[in-house]
């Protein structure tokens, strides 16, 4: 776990220290245990180069492993952020084709499996990664980021040069126009930048489970390597249910791989749980982590911690208290790179810390068991009846049903489909619509509908196209990033072992009905964890790891909206009036995540114009 940057110049000019530098020292966080850059013609002689890495030692701890590392005579330069699980089977197959390693790092494997593979290297790899290699034969560099977006990579393809790195706001500084409008309302839509442009215009974000070539001489080109693409539809019989839980317990125990200390998050739910029976086992100390709000009637602290007892993890709780949530939440808002408005960043980065203090540098997370194991209500048929009609209407009707005189919102839900998935994530119709020009905003709508339908295929079941949504798009750009910025804010590497690539497909070759039988939600991962949690505890009501809006805004409302009230001095808030807003919006109870999706923004861009200095 690391931050990468770099940049190619393909205009004469030569790559400076300075060029490199500047993007680097932005993503200091990521990796404090050592920092380098190299440039051409120590790269390249002949092209214009310079990568450079933050890192963050797991692996093979010794100077060795430093990055960019250099492999094949010069020929190749990596810079690399990740762990690759299987490194081990890797490096074993390559020695048997006569390769030699002199370090222990899967760093020296990934160089050495691009040297023998090319650019299918990626085909081969199971874990989180984000790389550059840059190949002086060929002349180009290649990039890659792995199949679910674990790993984040924003990249800038000007006139002159292609700049890459971890985070967005590194390369801020190059682009002159400032937000990219799409992408501030794609925030007020769905509460996180559910878009593959980023915040800033200009910069981009490599898609999850692609790779992208950008020769010497400016040709770029990009390629998908990784998709779920079968749905064979198979019965959840015992052979296959064995299979998928010697799966789960194999992703575990790889991502365990470390030479410092490992822990965990710990809700009291079944995804968390499970790595944690599964984990704890394994280590002679696996530390635990659980968060609870003063006054919250949704309170997981006591569940987590009989789970920690049964498995004797060293565990730790906190409870965050009203008074001091407020210093809590600004602290993780200036560690976002880009803006999101889901209030798990407070007890992601809170946990981060403690887990710093006590000298932990890996923690497992149970990210992605619902997406991929059908855990959301949405998913189960447990909708409002408004929704439930919805989904059972045929496209045609649904767009002649849009012709009809109803609300804007519903018209767009109608006409395209796949907003009603990303409706059903959080955030504001009404905000996106208030701060996007009129004449942008069903364009903008109509793009991004056209995106997000492109990654729902109708030919495959409807629960699957929901979950195929969501892990393409709600998890890499909205938990992911949230749990990679939190995590990195502290130097820690954050993994998340049912995001392992073997247990997607077998999850995904499931019948669509076996996950959410009944009306109940993530059958069949409930059945494979049973036995280690114990039934009461598979049976508990999903309560969630964040404290909802509603109790931020009543336990801090002034601080709220005097916050909000400081918009008017941003471009797209020119005529916002706070009194005309809390009049409209009605009961502060109904306002809350309003309320706290314009304090989120505010917040992040006043520490953004603070980093730019000019935005």
Not at 113 to 139: P, R, S
Not at 423 to 436: D, K, M, N, P, R
Request: charged share 20%.
């Amino acid at each position: 776990m690391c931050g990468i940057a770099g940049m190619l110049r393909f205009d004469q000019k030569p790559v400076t220290e300075t060029d490199v530098a500047t993007i680097l020292a932005k993503i200091a966080h990521r990796g404090r245990d050592h920092s380098a850059i190299s440039l051409s013609p120590a790269i390249s002689r002949s092209a214009s180069v310079g990568l450079a890495h933050r890192r963050l030692s797991i692996i093979d701890l010794q100077a060795a492993g430093a990055q960019p590392m250099f492999y094949a005579d010069q020929q190749l330069c990596m810079t690399y952020n990740g762990e690759i699980y299987n490194y081990l089977a890797i490096r074993k197959l390559l020695e048997e084709k006569s390769y030699t390693f002199k370090t222990n790092t899967d760093t020296e494997v990934l160089l050495a499996a691009y040297h023998y593979w090319g650019k299918t290297c990626v085909k081969h790899l199971n874990g989180m990664f984000a790389f550059a290699i840059w190949d002086e034969k060929n002349q180009l560099l290649f990039c890659a980021r792995d199949p679910v977006g674990i790993k984040p990579f924003y990249y800038l393809a000007a006139d002159n040069y292609f700049a890459f790195a971890s985070e967005s706001l590194a390369l801020a500084h190059l682009t002159p126009s400032g937000l990219n409008s799409a992408s501030v309302s794609a925030y007020f839509l769905s509460m996180y930048v559910a878009t593959q442009e980023s915040i800033f215009s200009g910069i981009k974000k490599l898609a999850p489970g692609s790779s992208l070539v950008i020769k010497a001489g400016g040709a770029i080109s990009i390629e998908r390597f990784w998709s779920v693409e079968q749905f064979e539809g198979t019965t959840a019989n015992e052979i296959s249910q064995a299979e998928l839980n010697q799966t789960i317990s194999a992703a575990v125990k790889k991502q365990l791989q470390s030479d410092v200390p490992v822990g965990g998050f710990l809700s009291g739910g079944v995804d968390s749980g499970l790595i944690t029976a599964l984990a704890a086992p394994l280590l002679t100390k696996y530390h635990t982590y659980s968060v609870g709000y003063e006054g919250m009637q949704s309170n997981e602290l006591a569940a987590a911690k009989l789970l920690a007892e049964r498995f004797a993890t060293q565990h730790t709780e906190v409870t965050i208290r009203a008074a001091e949530a407020m210093t809590i939440l600004d602290d993780s808002l200036n560690h976002l790179s880009e803006p999101i408005a889901d209030p798990a960043i407070v007890a992601t980065y809170h946990l981060a810390e403690l887990a710093g203090r006590d000298g932990v540098k890996v923690l497992l997370n149970g990210t992605g068991g619902d997406e991929i194991f059908g855990g959301y209500t949405r998913y189960s048929g447990q909708l409002s009846m408004k929704r439930k009609l919805m989904a059972l209407l045929p496209p045609v009707l649904k767009k002649s049903l849009a012709l009809l005189p109803v609300n804007n919102k519903m018209k767009h839900r109608l006409k395209q489909p796949a907003f009603d998935m990303m409706f059903s994530t959080g955030g504001s119709y009404g905000l996106a619509e208030w701060v996007t020009p009129v004449n942008l905003f069903t364009q903008f709508l109509t793009q991004l509908g056209a995106q997000f339908s492109a990654q729902a295929n109708e030919s495959v079941p409807l629960l699957y196209q929901q979950m195929l949504f969501d892990l393409q798009v709600y998890l890499p750009e909205q938990l992911l990033f949230l749990l990679d910025q939190m995590t990195m804010a502290h130097t820690i590497e954050g993994r998340v072992p049912l995001l392992d690539i073997d247990i997607i497909k077998l999850a995904f070759n499931f019948s669509a009905k076996e996950h959410t039988r009944g009306g109940q939600t993530k059958v069949i991962l409930k059945k494979i964890a049973e036995p280690l949690l114990g039934t009461e505890h598979i049976n508990r009501k999903k309560q969630g790891f964040a404290g909802s809006p509603s109790w931020w805004v009543k336990h801090n409302f002034n601080r709220f909206i005097e916050v909000i009230a400081e918009l008017k001095s941003i471009p797209y808030f020119e005529n916002f009036n706070i009194d005309i807003f809390l009049n409209a919006a009605g009961p502060v109870e109904k306002q809350a995540n309003d309320i706290f999706i314009l304090y989120c923004f505010s917040k992040w861009y006043a520490r953004t114009k603070t980093v730019l200095g000019v935005f």
